[in-house]
């Protein structure tokens, strides 16, 4: 006797309330859900985080109809992840997607490449309890706004010639080294190393240091009163300035302040993107995205958190290239799709995920998304329809803003 194995399902999908969070009905995770749920009372007090849609056992999905866990299903039916995504992965869904609403900064982090997941899980596993590397993309749903690689060297430069409080805690000696190293001097260290003897200077200096400097910073910025900066006025402080002061609110005397001044700020408008491979420092500062990583949790942090700090193993790990803002964008394929739907294909340089955002023309009543051989989870950020496939029959599923759904290969 055969069993019909549906190939097509909805998720019911795990919420994270970490403090960083957004609140109540202006959180996109919460409303995400009630659209698909209108059963879900949204708390105005709770903060709603992320979404998390897959199989990482810290938030793993249920089918909806059966509460199955999809882990369970996709471990009896491993067919579904298609033939090269099965063998490569043994049989686990590689990837983990996400909804992301930010509120307050996250910390300022890394995520390492495989070799150097490994290495710390068996050297730490109490802080590093993942073997798996975590490269992740970021898409803006709203204005977003993040940090992401270290800035053009002739702009860290600047800030480090120009902000008093800045040189103490990097070192003159550093910050000496740096400028001739960005001047192309005879005989100084390359910008990379430099760089990142300035950075680990910052990271290690005592913390009594930072905290009192911050402090210095801080009360210069708000009063402008003998601002070394030659943009800074009295009229509008320059967006570096007001950043600052807005990271030093949200964690005064933690030394991610400084770290600003080293890297970019992206401002991304919804749609673009930006590639976090291993070993570029970044943070997410505010605003609602798609996260698209690596099945993992691993993290390397630097600051703006409570959380626990690595600083030996950051500083070593770091990719200290110099990049512009644009440079540290990803830019989508553009791809035209059937009945003149536009889809933007996401696809970085790593085996684990790809994202293919999709965008219906106006009035376009029916779209057929393209067979791939790996699964796939989708999520209906805007619309309604009814969903067929040749699995489900004649019976469609009802797919509205917020329905997550799981599609096998093929």
Known sequence: MSVRVEKVFQLRCEVQTYAWGKRGTSSEVASLIQ??????????????????????PRGASV??????????????????????????????????????????????QAHPNKALAEEL??????????????????????????????????????HLQTTA?????????????????????SGALSTAVSLQQCFAALMQCPRETVREKLASLESRLQTDAACNYSWCSTIAQPPAARL??????????????????????????????????????????YGDCIECMACSDNTVRAGLTPKFIDVPTLCAMLDYRCRTVDENKFTPVQQGGAGGAGVSVYDPAVPDFSVLRVELAAGEMDYTLPLVDSASILLTVQGEADAYSGSLGEEPIYVTRGTVLFISAG
């Open 35 to 56: 659209s698909a749920d209108p059963s879900f009372s949204i708390d105005e007090e709770q903060t709603y985080a992320e979404l998390w849609m897959g199989t990482h």
């Open 165 to 185: 409080e800045l040189q103490a805690v990097v070192g003159t000696d550093n910050v000496t080294s740096f400028v001739q190293a960005v001047h192309g001097s």
């Open 63 to 108: 089918i909806a109809k059966t509460n199955t866990s999809l882990e369970q299903w996709i471990s009896q039916n491993p067919e579904c992840l298609g033939s090269k995504v099965m063998e490569r992965f043994s049989g686990k869904l590689p990837f983990l997607f996400k909804v992301l609403s930010v509120n307050i900064s996250l910390s300022i």
């Open 244 to 285: 600052f002061l807005r990271l030093y609110k949200q964690f005064p005397g933690d030394v991610g302040c400084f770290a600003i001044f080293f890297l970019n700020h992206m401002k991304l408008k919804p749609g673009e993107a930006m590639f976090l491979g291993p070993n570029v420092p970044h943070a997410y500062l």
């Open 121 to 158: 899980h068996r050297r730490d596993a109490a802080h590093y309890a993942d073997s798996n590397h975590k490269p992740e993309m970021a898409i803006a749903l709203s204005a977003f706004e993040g940090l992401c690689g270290f800035r053009p060297a002739a702009e860290i430069a600047e």
